[in-house]
């Protein structure tokens, strides 16, 4: 470190004392002021002390918005290039995902297609439909179990709604 940042350091470490200092006294005061607030509830003046200090922080809102409004600005413009130049890429990517997702799921469609689940779904929907329904006699699991054992190829390689 150079002669001017060993005489830069005190001042800076003083200044972060200030405003660590600073920041802890304002959350002791908050922390005061929220709890004389719980009696605003119940007592007229309390509330009457809280509903003046809601107009204080109004307006110092207010007028720290209006100085800090033309650097937000520059934000603002500063963000709105930024996402206008990334935004091609970002479709470009998002079309991308689109396809390879379209494809992923048409592989896992076909793959469950020809894996016979929609007969076995339908099969468990009627296991479940019998212990559901009071005036069906119950199917019981082995009975279930021996169903799905008699699928036919015909369901399993095809969805249920072509074996006509």
Request: charged residues 30%; proline residues 4%; negative net charge.
């Amino acid at each position: 470190m150079g002669p001017a940042g060993m005489a830069a350091a005190p001042i800076l470490k003083f200044a972060d004392v200030v405003l660590e200092s600073v920041d802890k006294l304002r959350t002791w005061n908050e922390h005061l002021h929220q709890g004389n607030m719980q009696f605003a509830e119940m007592s007229a003046s309390m509330a009457m002390v809280q509903q003046e200090q809601f107009w204080r922080d109004f307006e110092r809102g207010r007028e720290s918005g209006e100085r800090r409004s033309s650097s937000a600005e520059e934000v603002a413009e500063a963000k709105s290039r930024f996402d206008k130049i990334l935004q091609p890429f970002e479709d470009t990517f998002a079309i991308l995902k689109n396809t390879i997702g379209a494809g992923l799921q048409g592989g896992v469609n076909k793959a469950l297609e020809l894996s016979g689940i929609e007969a076995m779904s339908e099969r468990l929907g009627d296991f479940l439909d019998s212990i559901e329904d009071p005036n069906k006699k119950p199917m019981d699991l082995d009975q279930w179990t021996d169903s799905m054992k008699t699928i036919s190829w015909e369901e399993r390689n095809r969805p249920k709604r072509f074996n006509n």
